[in-house]
């Protein structure tokens, strides 16, 4: 069973990301699950410097998973936290290796589908513009740049956005604790969007999706903000 975990975000914000990455799944040939009793991976905690709180959080989701043969994240940060930092949250704990069986078998959306599947969409007929967002944990932490890149020029035409690899400024509670630097933050990812007038920005993590879309709601910037599996599956 392949499971997909559609993380907090996802199932409260997003659920078109969550259900569009099923579409990206099935057109690949994978029948996916959503698991009963999977809830958060505990980053929030985590990143918080609560780790009991976190550990008790994640242990529940861990169990959730720990009979699927892979797991499939639509988010960097959250699969960042299952495939990194759970080693590190279980280590001498009684799920340590079941953490380490699980972390080795999770992977983000697009790193699945390119790397383990080998899977790229059909072209379509006509191809839209999108300029893309790397989020920080999916670029910094997973090393995954080329794969959502890979997936999005197969149905758009990819120009590139300026300093992509800048931060949008969520960065979870960080947005909460400084939310004048988070503002000014999405407020420069939407001037790098306007430089190169992109009408559509695209990122494969809710958490940037969210952020950027908020502030460019607020300032009516004129900029459409959707998540990669929304974009790829509105081309098939």
């Given at each position: 069973?392949?499971?997909?975990?559609?993380?907090?975000?996802?199932e409260?914000?997003?659920?078109?990301?969550?259900?569009?990455?099923?579409?990206?799944?099935?057109?690949?040939?994978?029948?996916?699950?959503?698991?009963?009793?999977?809830?958060?991976?505990?980053q929030?905690?985590?990143?918080?410097?609560f780790?009991?709180?976190?550990?008790?959080?994640?242990?529940?989701?861990?169990?959730?998973?720990?009979?699927?043969?892979?797991?499939?994240?639509?988010?960097?940060?959250?699969?960042a936290?299952?495939?990194?930092?759970?080693?590190?949250?279980?280590?001498?704990?009684?799920?340590?290796?079941?953490?380490?069986?699980?972390?080795?078998?999770?992977?983000?959306?697009?790193?699945?589908?390119?790397?383990?599947?080998?899977?790229?969409p059909?072209?379509?007929?006509?191809?839209?513009?999108?300029?893309?967002?790397?989020?920080?944990?999916?670029?910094?932490?997973?090393?995954l740049?080329?794969?959502?890149?890979?997936?999005?020029a197969?149905?758009?035409?990819?120009?590139?956005?300026?300093?992509?690899?800048?931060?949008?400024?969520?960065?979870?509670?960080?947005?909460v604790?400084?939310?004048?630097?988070?503002?000014?933050?999405?407020?420069?990812?939407?001037a790098?969007a306007?430089?190169?007038?992109?009408?559509?920005?695209?990122?494969?993590?809710?958490?940037?999706?969210?952020?950027?879309?908020?502030?460019?709601?607020?300032?009516?910037?004129?900029?459409?903000v959707?998540?990669?599996?929304t974009?790829?599956?509105?081309?098939?």
């Open positions: 069973m392949v499971a997909l975990f559609p993380t907090c975000l996802g409260a914000l997003n659920r078109a990301a969550v259900r569009d990455t099923s579409r990206l799944l099935a057109a690949a040939g994978v029948a996916a699950e959503q698991p009963s009793g999977a809830t958060c991976c505990g929030p905690a985590w990143n918080s410097g780790v009991r709180d976190a550990r008790r959080v994640a242990r529940r989701t861990l169990r959730a998973l720990a009979d699927a043969e892979a797991v499939v994240v639509p988010g960097g940060s959250c699969a936290m299952m495939r990194l930092h759970w080693r590190e949250l279980f280590r001498g704990e009684r799920d340590e290796e079941l953490a380490e069986a699980v972390a080795a078998r999770t992977f983000e959306l697009s790193q699945y589908l390119v790397d383990e599947r080998g899977w790229v059909p072209e379509p007929a006509r191809k839209a513009e999108v300029s893309y967002h790397d989020s920080c944990h999916m670029l910094r932490e997973l090393r740049h080329d794969q959502p890149r890979a997936l999005l197969a149905v758009c035409d990819v120009r590139e956005l300026p300093r992509a690899d800048r931060c949008c400024g969520f960065g979870g509670t960080f947005s604790r400084y939310p004048d630097v988070s503002t000014a933050m999405a407020d420069d990812k939407l790098s306007a430089t190169i007038a992109a009408a559509t920005v695209a990122s494969a993590d809710p958490g940037c999706v969210m952020q950027i879309e908020g502030r460019a709601s607020r300032t009516g910037a004129g900029v459409r959707a998540h990669l599996a974009i790829v599956a509105e081309a098939l």
